[in-house]
């Protein structure tokens, strides 16, 4: 039964988190004080696996030569013909094992894929990374059985697109609430799924659904949020609505009613109650797609940039020797390093499979959507009057269409898609504070006894005797350490100094709010978004040394943009740790219940709302559809 209670809904998050192994994590030392750089330096594809990508990234390349991205647009559809060019090179198996007719391309040829794909037409980058980041493929191989895999993968990787129903129109990012049913039948052969999914991303042309939906509990049947793999033109799925949105014109989203839909046993991934689990598990990596579309928005907004600086003049110079539009070029360039950067070193990562990266995976979403966008807008501003104009009356008026305005759209969605920027820093909160709460979570815990108190007490007090200490003094504070990062060893050694000064701040939040760290979010969010800017100097310093090593052709340039990064994200570092002391949250909360309780509705006065009637969510009650399917096959 889905719940408000916030304790349910934090247990629930709790149980599907649990499992996820200690493995050694960058991101979780340094939010603990300590910079590892032993963990930061995984290998590349080997030169097999190398050769065979880069074939199938020429294919790609060609594929994506013969696209229409305007018409994308236009028609707010992938057509029929693009879909089966993507299916004719195997583009939907990309991440599949050869050994079930797939490419078996390693996340980091798979991330360069998707960046290739998103450069032209993101709606299509979309398309294929919902259907095997998210979608069936994933799942299945890591947590189906054999006959499972057997069955599905092979019809994914050729071109049976896949989609994800998590969602519903009262459920976001609080899996207590979900409502969506699966009831066993009698004899235990199979279960009846009835409930309405919303923002199913592929859901309109999908062949194959994983749904997760919550099985009561009974004899048999521990119950809970389970995932089941479900045919789209099964009885009683009904596409009953194909959404539209601000950008990604050509996503095919929608709405899905299940309604008394048989879903045999055997289509189970999982154990029951272990759906949520493998659905975050699945996100761990499948959220490194995002940023790689981010990668290819940044790359051609640099070119662009670039470009349309030369090019045109105001009072005698190119505008881009102009300081305030400088400033906006070096930020673009600098920052797609960046986002390279931290995309590079998280595929390695994953590929690695030696390492925790939970939080690798986490902060690259949310610090490349974020810096994405912002990327976008200063590009917008750049190219001024034609950023706002669309690319097709450029191109009517003899100018070359440019669209920059709808890069700012389709990236706009990267910061709700997969987890929001806030939800990401809660989620990345928790996994950073979680060797305190792992020694001293009982101390805090509401519900916790007296004997636990004790024992979290003596665990608390050994593991800070002998953790604090460290935070005092580091290889920060040594002139010549990290040299072997010639210049750019300075960065590494602010880095090494903030780390310990953020872990330092995170235990005294705790050590002043105890329990109710947990309702700080302000204070969180910054602590997160100090570790993103310190998680993106240490990839793009390491990524740089490699760079000049590996390309002497390009002489000093890696280390001048990487530099310039550095620098930029310290100015952004200082005002964050200022702000976790100084700051008006708790006013901002204050005024914003108060805004809840309509005290300010004078505000609003002097002003119509052009708003459509209707209520805010949508009926979403259990039961047959009155509506048209609208599911239809592609390619």
């Not at 051609?300 to 470009?307: D, K, L, P, S, V």
């Not at 105001?314 to 673009?332: N, Y």
């Not at 920052?335 to 590079?344: F, I, P």
């Not at 943009?561 to 702000?579: H, I, K, N, T, W």
Request: charged content about 25%; hydrophobic content about 40%; glycine content about 10%.
């Amino acid at each position: 039964m889905s719940t408000d209670d916030p304790r349910e809904a934090r247990r629930e998050a709790e149980r599907a988190r649990q499992g996820g192994g200690k493995r050694p994590g960058f991101a979780r030392e340094l939010y603990l004080g300590r910079l590892r750089l032993d963990l930061v330096d995984p290998p590349y594809p080997d030169a097999s696996a190398t050769r065979r990508a880069e074939a199938f990234l020429a294919r790609l390349r060609e594929v994506c030569a013969g696209v229409d991205a305007p018409r994308v647009e236009l028609e707010e559809r992938v057509p029929d013909e693009t879909v089966a060019a993507l299916r004719g090179i195997g583009a939907f198996g990309m991440r599949i094992p050869t050994r079930y007719g797939g490419l078996g391309l390693s996340q980091y040829h798979y991330d360069h894929a998707l960046t290739l794909v998103g450069s032209v037409c993101p709606a299509i980058a979309a398309l294929l990374s919902a259907h095997q980041s998210i979608g069936v493929p994933q799942p299945v191989h890591r947590f189906g059985t054999e006959e499972q895999r057997r069955a599905y993968l092979p019809r994914c990787a050729e071109g049976a697109v896949s989609a994800f129903l998590l969602t519903e129109p009262d459920v976001g990012s609080d899996p207590a609430r979900l409502r969506t049913r699966a009831t066993p039948t009698d004899d235990g052969a199979a279960y009846l799924l009835d409930g309405v999914k919303l923002w199913t991303t592929n859901g309109v042309v999908a062949e194959l659904l994983l749904v997760l939906a919550r099985v009561p509990e009974g004899p048999g049947h521990p119950g809970g949020i389970t995932a089941f793999v479900v045919e789209g033109d099964s009885p009683g799925v009904t596409v009953e609505h194909r959404n539209r949105f601000m950008g990604l014109k050509g996503l095919e989203n929608g709405v899905t009613r299940l309604h008394g839909v048989r879903v045999p046993a055997a289509q189970r991934i999982g154990a029951e109650g272990r759906g949520l689990r493998i659905a975050l598990s699945t996100l761990d990596t499948g959220r490194l797609s995002l940023p790689a579309l981010c990668v290819g928005a940044g790359k051609w907004a640099t070119g662009i940039a670039r470009q349309w600086a030369r090019e045109r003049v105001q009072w005698g110079e190119p505008v881009g020797r102009h300081e305030e539009v400088a400033r906006k070029l070096s930020f673009i360039t600098a920052t797609t390093y960046a986002m390279e950067s931290v995309l590079d070193l998280t595929g390695r990562m994953a590929d690695d499979g030696r390492h925790d990266i939970r939080v690798e995976a986490a902060l690259a979403k949310l610090w490349t959507s974020e810096m994405a966008y912002r990327v976008a807008d200063e590009l917008v501003q750049v190219r001024g009057g034609r950023g706002y104009e669309t690319a097709g009356s450029q191109a009517a008026r003899g100018e070359r269409g440019v669209p920059a305005e709808q890069l700012l759209r389709d990236l706009r969605i990267n910061r709700i898609f997969e987890g929001s920027t806030e939800i990401m820093r809660l989620l990345i909160a928790r996994e950073a504070v979680d060797a305190h709460l792992s020694v001293a979570g009982d101390l805090v815990d509401p519900d916790a006894g007296r004997v636990r108190r004790a024992r979290a007490a003596a665990r608390a007090g050994g593991f800070y005797a002998r953790w604090l200490p460290t935070l005092v003094v580091g290889r920060g504070q040594v002139p010549s350490a990290f040299e072997e990062f010639g210049p750019l060893a300075e960065h590494l050694r602010f880095v090494e100094r903030a780390s310990r000064r953020l872990a330092r701040s995170t235990f005294h939040g705790m050590a002043r709010w105890r329990g109710g760290l947990e309702a700080r979010q302000g204070f969180l969010g910054r602590v997160v978004d100090v570790g993103a800017e310190l998680f993106a100097t240490s990839a793009v310093v390491v990524r740089a040394r490699a760079d000049a090593d590996a390309h002497p052709e390009r002489g000093t340039t890696p280390l001048e943009v990487a530099d310039v990064f550095c620098r930029q994200s310290r100015l952004r570092v200082e005002p964050l740790f200022e702000g976790l002391w100084s700051n008006t949250d708790e006013l901002d909360g204050r005024l914003a219940r108060r805004l809840m309780a309509d005290s300010y509705t004078w505000l609003e006065e002097g002003v119509l709302d052009p708003s459509l009637p209707g209520p805010w969510i949508a009926p979403a009650d259990p039961g047959p559809s009155v509506l048209d399917d609208l599911h239809r096959r592609t390619g």
